[in-house]
């Protein structure tokens, strides 16, 4: 089967002193562009090599027309690719179901240590989904819409609760919305039916866990369970939502994972 052509974004450090490169793998009905905004500049600064992967059917990558064809070892696969052609040491950082198609890649091969931002939980989506539709029966309507770009005052304002933390406004997400995409259905139920899949030996490997707990997505309770595995290292953010590298605390989680990387990853 010949490659999908991925596309990955290079953005070398402007730092003084290089120190490691860090790949950004996207979450879920989003592409590459949202760690642009405020995450690669900040590491860049702090003279990281950033490097984000559009997975296939999204952003830049190949498959767009056969997007539901790709599940999360599809996913894991194109961080494989982007990896090889690193040919460096890193530390994979993947948010929500970037997380998990980051966990699917580490089920096969290594990395230098990883960071799991506000990680779909061990349990899968079927909780969230249920809750969400009570909560918000206008939620998947909105969100099938925006990832159509079909924008309106009253999507971004539900998105804006729903995705970033309580003091956020429609006005605030602009900068998400042009990230927002259609999503693989069997991805989305590769992770809803996550609790059905044979426990794997996680590889030891330096781990770090954030999640913010105003997460209206994935309440920051499950945040344990997704670090037990790894023996990672577990971080909640006051006033944080799901969106943590667009979210108005997202210098602070930026910070929690200088510092940590400071620490645990190699350089």
Same mark, same amino acid.
């Given at each position: ?175 998400? +919305? $042009?990230?927002? %995409? !259609?999503? *693989? &259905? /069997? ?6 039916? +996550? $609790?059905?899949? %044979? !426990?794997? *030996? &996680? /590889? ?64």
């Amino acid at each position: 089967m010949k490659r999908r052509r991925i596309h990955l974004h290079h953005h070398p450090h402007t730092g003084r002193k290089g120190r490691g490169a860090l790949l950004f793998v996207h979450g879920a009905y989003t592409d590459s562009t949202y760690w642009g905004v405020n995450f690669v500049p900040f590491f860049q600064h702090h003279g990281f090599d950033c490097f984000a992967v559009d997975l296939s059917g999204h952003g830049g990558s190949e498959g767009r027309e056969r997007l539901d064809e790709f599940g999360l070892d599809d996913y894991a696969d194109d961080i494989a690719h982007a990896v090889s052609l690193i040919d460096q040491p890193i530390t994979i950082v993947g948010h929500s179901m970037g997380a998990l198609a980051v966990q699917r890649y580490l089920d096969k091969s290594p990395a230098a240590a990883t960071i799991f931002l506000a990680p779909v939980p061990t349990t899968g989506l079927s909780a969230s989904a249920t809750r969400l539709a009570i909560h918000y029966p206008s939620f998947f309507q909105a969100l099938y819409e925006t990832s159509k770009g079909l924008f309106s005052e009253a999507n971004n304002d539900l998105l804006a609760k729903i995705y970033f933390g309580p003091d956020t406004t429609g006005k605030d997400v602009l900068n998400f +919305l $042009p990230s927002v %995409a !259609p999503e *693989s &259905r /069997r991805a989305v139920m590769d992770m809803t039916l +996550l $609790p059905l899949r %044979a !426990p794997v *030996s &996680r /590889r030891k490997i330096p781990a770090l866990v954030i999640g913010g707990e105003a997460d209206n997505v994935f309440p920051s309770s499950n945040l344990f369970f997704s670090a037990l595995p790894w023996k990672a290292k577990v971080v909640r953010v006051p006033g944080a939502g799901h969106m943590l590298p667009l979210d108005q605390k997202w210098q602070t989680v930026a910070t929690h994972m200088l510092d940590w990387m400071c620490e645990n990853a190699p350089t």
